[in-house]
Each structure stands twice: as structure tokens, then as C-alpha cells.
């Protein structure tokens, strides 16, 4: 099974950080990855796929870049609604799996 | 607009069975790949399972961790997805998701997900 590693598990920032998450694969998965958002009591909304593309009607704020086996999500200037929890996942062979999770906090 | 509603959560004593259900609506379900994932109290997210679409004869893919315990089929006809489980255990106690996959060159991700119905197995 591909293990996929996220740091840091949480993150303290403010409105207008620039903030980066990385999430790591225990082998390579090409561009295989995905990006989700997830606010508490709420279900995960796509964010990336591909590793860098960004879905339709996801800021421009947000972006995501990396092959192999090292990726992160970047957001460039940190807005109130995205305090939430964010996680990587591959697709490339089964099963799939997911990164531990980041919170992203308010400082 | 593409939407997924999954019911049938509850309190389930171990051992026993239940059969969670997703409504899709604002798309064909036969033409799309399907997933359930799950997520425990205050833990990540975990890959169930997934059914392919019908141009790939509805196979099946399972995690290790309810593979021979846990079946996902669905009625088209309905436009619904299920997942029956069976053996439940206290570690099967999560939010269920259904979440509609979709193609990136041949790989499939998570596109859009539902709202999540709690499973709770507990005596």
C-alpha cells in the first residue's frame, strides 16, 4: 500500500499568510493527487486534482504543484473561510488512501 | 447540479448488519465510478471501497479492512448506490460517505462527495 505522509498536522496562521501544506507518498504516484478542504461537521469539497489542477470555482488563491512522490498546497493570501482542515489523497493503484490530515488554525 | 444523499445510519449492536444507501441526482449514476469513504470520531479520512461504472461491468474494489465484510452495489434504475455491511465491528463507527469519482487520464479521484450518514456500532 502507497502511505501518504501530510506535515505539519497543524497550523497556526493568520488572514493574509501565505500558507503551504505538504503531503509526502511512501513511493512515486506520478501526478496521482488530489487535494480536499473539509470543515468541522461538514464533507470534504475537492479542491486539486493532478496534483496542480485547480477544480472549477476553487479560488485562485489556493494551488498545488509536486510529482513523484513530494506535493504541497499552497494558499497565497490565507482568507477567513479557509480555516478548515485539509487532506491529501493519491489515486494511483488501490487501495486508495490519504494523508493524515492539516489543520489550518487561526493564530 | 450534481447531488448525493445517503441515508440509513444508526446504532448497531457488533455483529450485526446494515445497509447504507446514496441518492444521486444531476447525473446518470451507470456512467460514473463510485466510492464510499469513511471517517471515524475526530480521525482522517479512509477509503471504503468502489464500484466501477457500467462500461467497466460494475467491478469492485474493497479496502483490506472490510474487504469479505462490507458490499457495494447499486440500482441504477434508482440512481442509488449501496453499501451493505455485515460483521460489524466497534471500529467500523464513522460518517459514511458517498462521493461520485471522477477521470483524470484513466485514474479516478473524489469529486463530489455527500453530506455523510453516522454508522454507530456499539452494544
Known amino acids: 500500500d502507497i502511505q501518504m505522509t501530510q506535515s505539519p498536522s497543524t497550523l497556526s496562521a493568520s488572514v493574509g499568510d501565505r500558507v503551504t501544506i505538504t503531503c509526502r507518498a511512501s513511493q512515486s504516484i506520478s501526478t496521482w493527487l488530489a487535494w480536499h478542504q473539509q470543515k468541522p461537521g461538514k464533507a470534504p469539497k475537492l479542491l486539486i486534482y493532478k496534483a496542480s489542477s485547480l477544480d472549477s470555482g476553487v479560488p485562485s488563491r489556493f494551488s498545488g504543484s509536486g510529482s513523484g512522490t513530494e506535493f504541497t498546497l499552497t494558499i497565497s493570501s490565507l482568507q477567513p473561510d479557509d480555516f478548515a482542515t485539509y487532506y491529501c489523497h493519491h489515486y494511483k493503484s488501490y487501495p486508495l488512501t490519504f494523508g493524515g490530515g492539516t489543520k489550518v488554525e487561526i493564530k | 447540479e450534481v447531488q448525493l444523499v445517503e441515508s440509513g445510519g444508526g446504532l448497531v449492536q457488533p455483529g450485526g448488519s446494515l445497509r447504507l444507501s446514496c441518492a444521486g441526482s444531476?447525473?446518470?449514476?451507470?456512467?460514473?465510478?463510485m466510492d464510499w469513504v469513511r471517517q471515524a470520531p475526530g480521525k482522517g479520512l479512509e477509503w471504503v471501497g468502489r464500484?466501477?461504472?457500467?462500461?467497466?461491468?460494475?467491478?469492485?474494489e474493497y479496502a483490506a479492512s472490510v474487504k469479505g465484510r462490507f458490499t457495494i452495489s447499486r440500482d441504477d434504475s434508482k440512481n442509488s448506490l449501496y453499501l451493505q455491511m455485515n460483521s460489524l465491528e466497534t471500529e467500523d463507527t464513522a460518517v459514511y460517505y458517498c462521493a461520485r469519482a471522477h477521470s483524470s487520464s484513466g485514474s479516478y479521484y473524489f469529486a463530489y462527495w455527500g453530506q455523510g450518514t453516522l454508522v454507530t456500532v456499539s452494544s
Open positions: 444531476g447525473f446518470t449514476l451507470s456512467d460514473h465510478y
Open positions: 464500484t466501477r461504472n457500467k462500461a467497466k461491468s460494475y467491478t469492485t
